[in-house]
C-alpha cells in the first residue's frame, strides 16, 4: 500500500526566512512518481513539481528546491526566503506505476509567511 | 486558472436534502477524480472515471453517487448527507490515468451538512 507521511501540520515563519517541508513515503513499487501541490485560499491545488523514482537529482526552480533521498523515502521541499504569497497548505504525494490511476495525498503543511 | 471549473462553490444542506455537484473541463482529458478534503487529514480518493467509466470506488457511502456522462463533465450526487460528510469537495482531472501524470484541480465546493 502506498502512503504519505507530512509530519509537520503547520509551520509559521517570519518573511525572508527559510522553511523546509518535510514529506517521508511508504512504497513497494520500483517505479514511481513524486509530487508536490501547492493549495492558496483560492481553494484549487496548483502543481508544482513531479520526480520519478529514477531520478534523484535535487532540483531548483527560483526561490524552490527540492531534495529527494530514496535511501530514507523522502522528497522535502525548501522554500528560500519566503513571501507573504507562499502563504498555503503544501501537499506532497505518490502515485505509483502499479497503480495507475490512484494519486495519494498526504496531510499537507500549512504554511503562514508574516511580514 | 487551471481549466477545471467546480459549481458551486458553496453549498449548504440539511440532511434530508438531494444536490449535485458539477465538475466541467475542456482540456481533453480522459481521467476525473473527485476527491473528499477534511481538516488535517490527508485527501481522501472517492472516485476516478477513465474514459467515463469508473475504475475506482474507494469504499464511499451510497449517499455519495458519481456520474460521468461524457468526458468533460463529471458529477457527485448527493443524498441523506451527515453532518460528517462536511468537507472541501475536490474535482481534478489528468490527459488519461497513467500514474506519470499531473492532476489538474478545480477550486473545490465547500459542503457544509446541518
Known amino acids: 500500500a502506498q502512503k504519505v507521511t507530512q509530519a509537520q501540520t503547520e509551520i509559521s515563519v517570519v518573511e525572508k526566512e527559510d522553511v523546509t517541508l518535510d514529506c517521508v513515503y511508504e512504497t513497494r513499487d520500483t517505479t514511481y512518481y513524486l509530487f508536490w501541490y501547492k493549495q492558496p485560499p483560492s481553494g484549487e491545488l496548483v502543481f508544482l513539481i513531479r520526480r520519478n523514482s529514477f531520478d534523484e537529482q535535487n532540483e531548483i526552480s527560483g526561490r524552490y528546491s527540492w531534495n529527494f533521498q530514496k535511501s530514507t523515502s523522502s522528497f522535502n521541499f525548501t522554500i528560500t526566503a519566503s513571501q507573504v504569497v507562499d502563504s498555503a497548505v503544501y501537499f506532497c504525494a505518490l502515485s505509483e506505476a502499479k497503480n495507475d490511476y490512484k494519486l495519494s495525498f498526504g496531510a499537507g503543511t500549512t504554511v503562514t509567511v508574516r511580514a | 486558472e487551471t481549466g477545471v471549473t467546480q459549481t458551486p462553490r458553496h453549498l449548504v444542506m440539511g440532511m434530508t436534502n438531494k444536490k449535485s455537484l458539477k465538475c466541467e473541463q475542456h482540456?481533453?482529458?480522459?481521467?476525473m477524480y473527485w476527491y473528499k478534503q477534511s481538516a488535517k487529514k490527508p485527501l481522501e480518493l472517492m472516485f476516478v472515471?477513465?474514459?467515463?467509466?469508473?475504475?475506482e470506488n474507494n469504499s464511499v457511502p451510497s449517499r455519495f453517487s458519481p456520474e460521468c456522462p461524457n468526458s468533460s463533465h463529471l458529477f457527485l450526487h448527493l443524498h441523506t448527507l451527515q453532518p460528517e460528510d462536511s468537507a472541501l469537495y475536490l474535482c481534478?482531472?489528468?490527459?488519461?490515468?497513467?500514474?506519470?501524470?499531473?492532476?489538474?484541480f478545480g477550486s473545490g465546493t465547500q459542503l457544509s451538512v446541518l
Open positions: 472515471y477513465s474514459l467515463e467509466e469508473r475504475v
Open positions: 481534478a482531472s489528468r490527459p488519461d490515468r497513467a500514474s506519470v501524470e499531473k492532476l489538474f
Open positions: 482540456l481533453g482529458h480522459n481521467a
